[in-house]
Nanobody, 119 residues
């Protein structure tokens, strides 16, 4: 069974920075791509950024220029550096990954980490 574990959330003032980390663990798996989504209070879950195994990245428009996604293939890990944070970035941030394991491809989610940006 493959699992994702996030870390790095917390409370920060507007204009500050946070770095989120997520690592996939388990046995007999490979990662196709990983990414970050977020769910603001009272809203639906939305894309933040994704990164493929080959390093190609994709960002939602409101994070571009402020957020940077990066990955470490050796550790099956993905990171999200968030700068110039705004109160509207407050959300639960979820790590997501598409992995291949035991002959099938599955999409998995981490439990989420809370990011709160105060004004």
């Amino acid at each position: 069974q493959v699992q994702l574990v996030e870390s790095g959330g917390g409370l920060v003032q507007a204009g500050g920075s946070l770095r989120l980390s997520c690592a996939a663990s388990g046995s007999r798996f490979s990662v196709n791509f990983m990414g970050w989504y977020r769910q603001p209070p009272g809203k639906q879950r939305e894309l933040v950024a994704t990164i493929t195994r080959g390093g190609n990245t994709n960002y939602a428009s409101d994070g571009e220029g402020r957020f940077t996604i990066s990955g470490d293939g050796a550790k099956n890990a993905v990171y999200l550096q968030m700068n110039s944070l705004k109160p509207e970035d407050t959300a639960v941030y979820y790590c997501n990954a598409e992995v291949r394991t035991l002959g099938r491809t599955i999409n998995i989610w981490g439990p989420g980490t809370q990011v709160t940006v105060s004004s």
